[in-house]
């Protein structure tokens, strides 16, 4: 939102006495990569010029919290624009002694098992059966005490698309109840034994989903809801199977929950520790990934299950952020540009832009620090990037704009910038950006128009 919001330099200790931040807390650095990645790095050009605009000689301090990551030098040199690193514990002597924590061999941990239902007519089916095992499984443990069931008795079900999870829920309202019929038929739970044995058939009366399309206020609901807990009786409040796909890779902390059903080999080996990471973290946890074999990549990891498992930090992906890439420049080297004219150009700029950038020192400051970004992160694309930049300050003194633009619906008058996603107003020339204003949604999105006339072929 820096483009944005011109009020924002307050943060930096521009419109005030005071000093601009000094120190930087980040979390979960291992999740600021790939495209979010490169977003993130190339507005931390703004925000690094921004924290030493008020003649701060030192940039910053940044402390960051990581877990499986590889190859973290170089993610940070692309992030923190080339800083170098220190990572703190040290590695030490023993790698069952990480400082935070100590590795305990007398208590059982998590137990992976992995499903290669080749015999089966497909994948679906192999769900289905697996799904409906696992659920009463819980309900068929001989055990005095309930509560001692309770960990088990929340399915987490993990998904690597909204689109596999959609189909999936379906299943959980026809498929799975009918298979459950048919396996209690098998183990003899059937209605002539009496209300004994209908006591220990297992229902699902409440099955919850956690992904993008819920709505973010429904989110801390359905989060306080997996912590209730299984009692002496019946109660409906308990989730029985919640469908969740890499939204809970990050915040999902239930210490209750140690079943999982993983669908498909997650793309990467650090989401797919993250993921499983989320059951098992009181109790043993187990782990149950069901392999499509129609997938060769699926075979493979099935086929190297224990090799894999037993040495799985090995395989974490290195990550990949490219900030100044064609793609990223061309889709938000504008924002960083008018945010720091914005906020380094006094008051009259930072309300509106109908004053192109007048001063050149202040243009030939905005590409100082832009060309040192580059040339210490991706020199060979300084070229490219200082091009585009000419570009446009070039534009927005050959028509000058009589708004910055905002979020109100849009009218005829030209702004310099809109939301990105957002309709474009059909009077508007090529002129005005579309300019992120989140970092929800970081990946091109293609628009469909629907034609209503054709070209005649003759």
């Given at each position: 939102?820096?483009?944005w919001?011109p ?7 521009l419109s005030?006495?005071y000093?601009p931040?000094?120190?930087i807390?980040?979390?979960e650095l291992?999740?600021?990569?790939g ?7 190339h507005?931390e050009?703004a925000i690094?010029a921004l ?5 701060a000689q030192?940039p910053?301090?940044?402390v960051?919290s990581?877990a ?5 030098n170089?993610q ?5 624009n080339?800083?170098?690193v220190?990572l ?5 002597l023993e ?5 935070f924590?100590?590795?305990n061999?007398s ?7 992995g499903?290669?239902?080749s ?5 679906v089916?192999?769900q ?5 095992a696992l659920?009463q499984?819980a ?7 309930q ?6 008795w929340t399915?987490?079900?993990?998904f690597?698309?909204?689109?596999e999870l959609?189909?999936?829920a ?11 019929n048919a ?5 003899g739970l059937t ?11 297992r ?10 399309r819920?709505?973010?206020?429904r989110i801390?609901e359905?989060?306080q809801e ?6 002496p009786t019946p ?7 919640c469908l969740a796909t890499?939204m ?13 059903a ?11 520790i ?5 059951v098992?973290?009181?109790e043993?946890?187990v782990?149950v990934?069901?392999y499509n ?12 299950f224990?090799?894999y498992?037993?040495?799985i930090?090995r395989f974490?992906e290195?990550?990949s952020?490219?900030p ?7 889709r938000a080297?504008h924002?960083?540009?008018v945010?720091?004219i914005r906020m380094l150009g006094?008051?009259a700029l930072s ?5 192109p ?7 030939q400051?905005?590409?100082t620090i832009?060309q040192?970004r580059?040339s210490?992160?991706?020199e060979q694309q300084?070229?490219a ?6 570009f446009?300050i070039?534009e927005w003194?050959?028509?000058p ?5 905002g979020f109100a619906?849009p009218d005829a008058e030209e702004p310099?910038m ?18 992120p204003s989140?970092m929800?949604n970081?990946d091109a ?7 209503s006339?054709?070209?005649?072929p003759?």
């Amino acid at each position: 939102m820096l483009p944005w919001r011109p009020e924002a330099k307050s943060l930096f200790g521009l419109s005030h006495s005071y000093s601009p931040p000094d120190l930087i807390i980040q979390d979960e650095l291992h999740l600021i990569s790939g495209p979010l990645g490169s977003m993130v790095a190339h507005y931390e050009t703004a925000i690094e010029a921004l924290c030493r605009a008020a003649d701060a000689q030192i940039p910053p301090k940044i402390v960051a919290s990581r877990a499986t990551i590889s190859r973290a030098n170089e993610q940070i040199g692309a992030l923190y624009n080339g800083r170098s690193v220190f990572l703190f514990p040290p590695q030490g002597l023993e790698v069952g002694d990480s400082f935070f924590a100590k590795e305990n061999r007398s208590k059982p941990g998590r137990c992976y098992v992995g499903v290669f239902a080749s015999a089966l007519p497909s994948h679906v089916t192999a769900q289905i059966r697996v799904v409906s095992a696992l659920l009463q499984s819980a309900k068929s443990i001989p055990v005095e005490d309930q509560k001692l069931l309770d960990p088990f008795w929340t399915l987490m079900v993990y998904f690597n698309s909204i689109r596999e999870l959609g189909h999936a829920a379906t299943l959980i309202r026809a498929d799975i109840r009918e298979y459950m019929n048919a396996m209690w038929d098998r183990q003899g739970l059937t209605k002539d034994l009496g209300a004994d044995a209908l006591k220990e058939r297992r229902f699902i009366n409440r099955d919850l989903e956690l992904t993008s399309r819920i709505q973010s206020n429904r989110i801390p609901e359905i989060l306080q809801e997996l912590f209730n807990a299984v009692g002496p009786t019946p109660d409906f409040s308990v989730v029985d199977v919640c469908l969740a796909t890499n939204m809970i890779q990050v915040g999902l902390d239930v210490p209750r929950l140690s079943l999982m059903a993983i669908v498909g080999q997650p793309k990467t080996t650090a989401e797919y520790i993250q993921a499983s990471s989320r059951v098992g973290r009181r109790e043993p946890g187990v782990v149950v990934t069901i392999y499509n074999p129609a997938r060769p990549r699926d075979r493979s990891h099935y086929e190297h299950f224990r090799a894999y498992h037993q040495s799985i930090y090995r395989f974490v992906e290195p990550t990949s952020i490219t900030p100044f890439a064609r793609p990223v420049v061309e889709r938000a080297l504008h924002a960083v540009a008018v945010a720091l004219i914005r906020m380094l150009g006094g008051d009259a700029l930072s309300r509106t832009p109908d004053t192109p950038p007048p001063d050149d020192e202040l243009v030939q400051r905005l590409k100082t620090i832009v060309q040192e970004r580059v040339s210490n992160i991706d020199e060979q694309q300084l070229g490219a990037v200082l091009e585009r930049l000419d570009f446009i300050i070039k534009e927005w003194r050959r028509v000058p704009p009589s708004k910055y633009g905002g979020f109100a619906p849009p009218d005829a008058e030209e702004p310099l910038m809109y939301p990105s996603g957002s309709e474009r107003h059909p009077r508007w020339s090529t002129r005005p950006l579309p300019t992120p204003s989140s970092m929800r949604n970081v990946d091109a999105t293609c628009d469909l128009r629907v034609l209503s006339t054709f070209p005649d072929p003759d």
